[in-house]
């Protein structure tokens, strides 16, 4: 039987995020915050307001953490600490404006922190993560190809299934 759990996510308020139906193994919370994000390498909009573009990145970003972090057994927390970006492709200008130009050369960086902790506020692992996706344009990777920030939530798949594919498969084994 499956129940409908709603995730949060905190970026200083809490956004409810809408019901979704997750087996109850798999009930954790995500919780991203931004560090300077004025530092960061490359978060500009091809031809969009700036500000717009920036908010709408860091909701997609959470919401996919989100989606990570409800892999994870019941009620773990996840926590990021975003510190850079650095989006696949990169800003020019064409005739009249701003495009995104996605080449090989223009990888999708992201650094950031984490900690995982328990349902009783243990911690349970945390690290410091520095990804490149230097073959991001390469292979069958489909995943996410009609979606938003598709390499970055790839490259995301990638170091979530590393990091944490033996704490998920605990889980399912437990049920």
């Known amino acids: 039987m499956k129940k409908h759990i709603g995730l949060i996510i ?10 979704t139906a997750l087996s109850t193994a798999f009930a ?15 978060i500009r909009p091809g031809d969009e307001n700036r500000k717009r573009f920036q908010e709408r990145t860091f909701k997609e970003l959470e919401l996919y ?42 990888a999708p960086r992201m ?6 902790f328990s349902a009783d506020e243990t911690l349970l ?28 939530k790839n490259m995301l798949d990638d170091w979530f299934e590393e990091t944490f594919s033996p704490v998920v498969a605990a889980a399912t084994q437990g049920e």
């Open 28 to 42: 954790a919370g995500s919780e991203v915050k931004w560090t300077e994000p004025e530092k960061y390498r490359d």
């Open 10 to 19: 905190t970026t200083g308020a809490l956004l409810l995020m809408t019901s």
């Open 125 to 152: 692992s945390s690290g410091e993560v520095d990804l490149k996706d230097m073959s991001f344009m390469r292979g069958s990777r489909l995943k996410h190809r009609s979606e938003s920030f598709n390499y970055e």
């Open 65 to 106: 953490f989100a989606k990570l972090a409800a892999r994870l057994p019941e009620k773990q927390q996840l926590k990021i600490e975003v510190t850079d970006v650095d989006l696949a492709g990169d800003v020019r200008f064409g005739s009249h404006r701003q495009i995104r130009i996605i080449k090989e050369i223009y």
């Open 111 to 116: 650094t950031f922190s984490y900690q995982l």
